[in-house]
């Protein structure tokens, strides 16, 4: 049997050498062959979502049916409303929660780890190097490991079952990545940028806001972006660190859905509250795809 | 008028430090904050835990110094060793399905076809979702009777509908492992296929023009090239499941009969549940020294690869 590629032509080697199999199957593999599969790849990873928005969408009676319907035979919000209260979380306020840690996380995390990446990069002194590696050594030790002490510590600054403190949290663990990201992108740029500003008369801080930080943006950007997704999901230290209801965070209070009310949860609500969770992630990811996709792969190739 | 010379040109007040040494201020000033954060969250915590792992320390009262009595106990600590044996079973699962899979559709997605850039971002879009709050989707999706998954499987005839997924230790790591691996496998597909395409075509070509079959172009041309990635993929993962706890919390509560408590899950029950702060400290400190060794290798795996 003569197998042939793309473009028509016979393949030269045999196809029954068992070494040269895999390439008469990649070259004779028809694109329809790789489009079902890829597609039923797809269906595969996207059907969780899909179950979530069904789910949620459903009226509370059939959400609650055995067997479960394929799809909302009538769509309802009830799910969502009954998140504001009746099932015992205002997701309001746990939204609420979430956003102002995560902004307030990010937003930290990006001031400090531009004005440390741009100190590390470009403004030397005597020991930066060996503050920056010892930053990076935090990379090694996972914060994990660090949550009984850092518990006692919020609880002895009075920052325990606190935002704040989850907050301050938060930035502590963001910003190592967020300094290296920043200081790589600082060290990209070209010094003579840097000097011709300051020869035209900027300061130090001038040359950087306006001339060198402009050109850093993406980076900044990335930083800001996964620390604001770190942040939104997380849920090992919301979980510990804060112990009041109305304090918790999204991740956090889904487990008092999931706990349910008597005994019997509500799985329609659940779902709703996932959605209302996943969602935001799902649709900034789809906005900025590029910033995001990029941080990733230029922080895990560190 | 000062303002004006200042203005004129950077440096030229001599009266205070040279360029030189004002850069230098600059530099620690910029730097001074972030590293105080680190310090106090950081470095602080990390030298407590070790102090505090050298005693009894419960949540309320008194704390006393017992030496290395905590990490004796850990040694004969029934509970803890099974948590390290899940954990370790756990990862040695989790680690192998995630590199094969993530290979998989990352020599899928690397052809360059119509379709191919829209799979990829399709893949990788549960990355995006939180460990928790997949958790939590996946529990509803295995629930008996109600969960649609099991619905589906009823109807393959794989499972009956009303299996409870969650009441045997093997079909809950099952379906943990199943949700990890649809919210981790773009990631690595991501991380590969990156790897993938940093090697230049030309080197490939130059085998197969020399008479290595495509396997033996696999094994001895993109293989070695791709190693930095597949250390960094594998400790990924490697770091990843020893640090397993969210998924567990959520979709096992750690059981049936605590079989599927991971070590994080066993400090978090020591420290937060049982209030023993001084031990949950010790087991943190065993944790620790398991990821650096970790971290370690991925060094040198790496370090090795740039001869």
Known sequence: ?302 | MTTLTKRGGCGGDRRTLSRAGRRRLTGIAMTTPALALITLFFFVPLVMMLWMSLHNWPLLGEHRFIGLDNYRNALHDTEFRTAVVFTVKYTLITTPVLFVLGLGLALLVRQRRRGARFFQAVYFLPVVVGLASGAFLWLFMFQSDIGPAGDLADHLGLAGRTTNWFAGSTSALLVVISMVTWKIVGLQMLLLLTGLQSIPTDLEEAARIDGASRLQTYRYVILPLLRPTLALVLVFSVAGSLLAFDQFYVMTSGGPGNSTITAVYEIYRTSFIKFQLGYGSALSALLMIVLVAVSAVQILLLRSSDH
């Open chain 1, 1 to 302: 049997m003569r197998t042939r590629n793309l473009k028509g032509r016979p393949v030269e080697r045999d196809p029954k050498d068992p070494e040269n199999l895999p390439a008469a199957i990649r070259q004779s593999l028809p694109r329809t062959a790789w489009w079902a599969v890829c597609a039923s790849l797809a269906v595969l990873f996207l059907y969780p979502l899909y179950v979530m928005l069904s789910q949620s969408l459903k009226a509370p009676g059939e959400a609650a049916a055995a067997p479960p319907t394929l799809y909302p035979h009538e769509l309802s919000l009830d799910n969502f409303r009954s998140l504001g209260g009746d099932t015992g979380i205002n997701i309001l306020t746990n939204a609420g929660n979430s956003l102002l840690v995560s902004l307030g996380a990010t937003l930290a995390t990006v001031v400090l780890s531009t004005l440390a990446g741009y100190g590390f990069a470009r403004l030397r002194f005597p020991g930066s190097n060996l503050l920056f590696f010892a930053t990076l050594a935090t990379f090694m030790i996972p914060f994990q490991a660090i949550i009984t002490p850092l518990y006692l510590l919020l609880n002895n600054l009075g920052l325990q079952n606190s935002l704040l403190g989850l907050t301050a949290v938060y930035t502590t663990f963001q910003l190592p990545f967020g300094l290296f990201l920043m200081r790589n992108s600082f060290s990209a740029i070209p010094r003579s940028l840097e000097e011709a500003a300051l020869i035209d008369g900027c300061g130090i801080f001038g040359a950087m806001v306006r001339v060198v930080l402009p050109v850093a943006v993406p980076g900044l950007i990335t930083t800001a972006l996964l620390t604001f997704f770190a942040c939104w999901n997380e849920f090992f230290a919301a979980l510990i660190l804060v112990t009041d209801q109305d304090k918790f965070t999204l991740p956090v209070s889904l487990s008092v859905l999931a706990s349910g009310n008597l005994g019997s949860v509500n799985w329609g609500v659940l779902q709703a509250g996932v959605a209302v969770t996943i969602v935001p992630c799902v649709v900034i990811y789809l906005l900025l795809q590029k910033y995001y996709v990029g941080g990733l792969l230029s922080g895990a190739v560190k």
